[in-house]
Every structure is written in structure tokens, then in C-alpha cells.
């Protein structure tokens, strides 16, 4: 699997192309995540991503980012807040590539064991969460579901905001 083994740096573009290549159908959208450490050791958090796992591919203890970032113990990340790494064990570029390898293999399990079938169209109502929308209503990863609203800032969406829901059914066999 020498796709699910490329390295950032390969393109200016690596972290924004799709992580795995599947019809169109199920991916009609660039991967907007972005993925790479920007100024100041800052990286923007995604989905399914924890303070656990930066510790491991930075090689430190989760309490250090926490007391670099001034959280309190328990305290939740939020897909699209700026986060503040210590890489003084790990190259930037081998954090990337740890990262990426990481997303590339929920994407791989996922297009594995499912297909998007179709989308629906939800709108936003008052109090509900993407994450409670994803994995209670519609049961897809919130990866998937950013991947079809591109556009939308997951970090602050107010009622009233039409989303595009992928359909998934299992894979047969």
C-alpha cells in the first residue's frame, strides 16, 4: 500500500488532496483538513484527533502540551482551535508524516468497510452538535462529514445552516 505510505512533502498540496483515492461518487470533495505545522509550532486540530495522540507522535507526555497550551486537565480540543507543539524530540516533518499516516488509515478502515451511497441535505437546528449529528443521527465519522461541507467553519455553526450529509451503507463481503 505505497499511497497509504506517502510522504508530505511529495506536493506543495499533499495535505489537501483526498487521503485515499475512491469514485467520486464517495469523495466529491478536496480533503479540507489541513494538516501541517504553520507558524509559531501551531497546528489546527482536526477530527478524531486528541491530546493523546500529538504526545505519541511528538514523543512527550500529553501533561506537557497541555501546560504549553494552558489547558486544564480534561479539557476538550475543538476541531479547528490552534494548538501549540513542543518539537523538541520530532522533526516537523516526521509529526506530518505521523499525522497524515494516521488519517490515511481511518480513511482506508472506513472506505473498507463502507460506501457513500448518496447525501441528504440537513439543516443545523438550535443545540445540536456536529459531533452528536454524526455519530448518533447519521452515523458517519466527522471526517466524512467535513468532507462534504468544505465551505463550513465546524468550530462555529449557528442554527439554521443547511449541511450536505453523506448516505453510507456496509459493503457487502
Request: net charge negative; glycine share 6%.
Amino acid at each position: 500500500q505505497p499511497q497509504a505510505r506517502a510522504r508530505v512533502e511529495e506536493t506543495e498540496t499533499a495535505a489537501q488532496e483526498p487521503l485515499r483515492a475512491a469514485p467520486a461518487a464517495e469523495r466529491p470533495t478536496p480533503e479540507p483538513s489541513d494538516y501541517t505545522i504553520h507558524a509559531n509550532d501551531r497546528i489546527t486540530v482536526q477530527a478524531a484527533e486528541t491530546l493523546g495522540h500529538y504526545a505519541e507522535w511528538l514523543e512527550i507526555r500529553a501533561s506537557q502540551l497541555r501546560a504549553l497550551n494552558g489547558m486544564r486537565y480534561g479539557e476538550d480540543l475543538v476541531i479547528g482551535d490552534s494548538l501549540r507543539l513542543d518539537l523538541s524530540r520530532v522533526a516537523p516533518e516526521e509529526f506530518e508524516r505521523r499525522r497524515l499516516e494516521y488519517h490515511r488509515s481511518l480513511q482506508e478502515e472506513f472506505f473498507d468497510a463502507y460506501v457513500v451511497t448518496g447525501t441528504e441535505r440537513h439543516i443545523l437546528r438550535r443545540g445540536e452538535t456536529i459531533w452528536e449529528l454524526a455519530t448518533r443521527e447519521y452515523r458517519v465519522p466527522v471526517w466524512l462529514l467535513r468532507q462534504y461541507n468544505p465551505d463550513l467553519d465546524f468550530g462555529a455553526l449557528p442554527a439554521g445552516v443547511a449541511m450536505v450529509v453523506p448516505v453510507i451503507e456496509p459493503r457487502n463481503g
